[in-house]
T-cell receptor, first 112, second 109 residues
Framework: DTGVSQDPRHKITKRGQNVTFRCDPI?????LYWYRQTLGQGPEFLTYFQNEAQLEKSRLLSDRFSAERPKGSFSTLEIQRTEQGDSAMYLC??????????FGPGTRLTVT | GIQVEQSPPDLILQEGANSTLRCNFS?????LQWFHQNPWGQLINLFY???GTKQNGRLSATTVATERYSLLYISSSQTTDSGVYFC???????????FGAGTRLFVKA
């Protein structure tokens, strides 16, 4: 078990471009979560999957954001037409049912 | 929605001192976790503690669910304890996880 991994670790993109991030959870975990964290703030919940089903989405997740978890394994988070306000750290976590969540190292997005 | 408040927001300690961090939440929760975020942004699990008391080395935590608060105790602090400590709760009946704003701890040598 190597923990939760995220790729890429850093992404710099120009405004208007699309970006996609990947998260690989701990293998036996059935729940996967995405968060966004800006400087000086706590992580903010974006969305949650149980297996392949996306069960809850935050109002923070605008129409430009989409997340998938095909086959209940890895997950992707796509941001279309990026804006400077999307610059943040994007964190992924996984858990086994309602037990503790384990976080990946995050993907730091900078939109120029 | 549920509110999670952490105090103090900032804390400066001399190495070797003890401290208590507090997390108040405004509604019933399914679970509660404490995390330490290191300077590289990695969130490290400290405790999964929806109720009761747990200890791990110099750290311990207590959650009183009926009174809607949790405490994190750090004893004999070390410079490596510096960073941000977050409390996070999962709402009852849902799966949304709410983080507090964190306590920023700096331990001086």
């Amino acid at each position: 078990d190597t923990g939760v991994s995220q790729d890429p670790r850093h992404k710099i993109t120009k405004r208007g471009q699309n970006v996609t991030f990947r998260c690989d959870p701990i293998s036996e975990h059935n729940r996967l979560y995405w968060y966004r964290q800006t400087l000086g703030q706590g992580p903010e919940f974006l969305t949650y999957f149980q297996n392949e089903a996306q069960l809850e989405k935050s109002r923070l997740l605008s129409d430009r954001f989409s997340a998938e978890r095909p086959k209940g394994s890895f997950s992707t988070l796509e941001i279309q037409r990026t804006e400077q306000g999307d610059s943040a750290m994007y964190l992924c976590a996984s858990s086994l049912n309602v037990r503790e969540q384990y976080f990946g190292p995050g993907t730091r997005l900078t939109v120029t | 929605g549920i509110q999670v408040e952490q105090s103090p927001p900032d804390l400066i300690l001399q190495e070797g001192a003890n401290s208590t961090l507090r997390c108040n939440f405004s509604d019933s929760v399914n679970n509660l976790q404490w995390f330490h975020q290191n300077p590289w942004g990695q969130l490290i699990n400290l405790f999964y503690i929806p109720s009761g008391t747990k200890q791990n080395g110099r750290l311990s935590a207590t959650t009183v669910a009926t009174e809607r608060y949790s405490l994190l105790y750090i004893s004999s602090s070390q410079t490596t304890d510096s960073g941000v400590y977050f409390c996070a709760v999962v709402t009852t009946g849902g799966f949304k996880t709410i983080f507090g704003a964190g306590t920023r701890l700096f331990v001086k040598a």
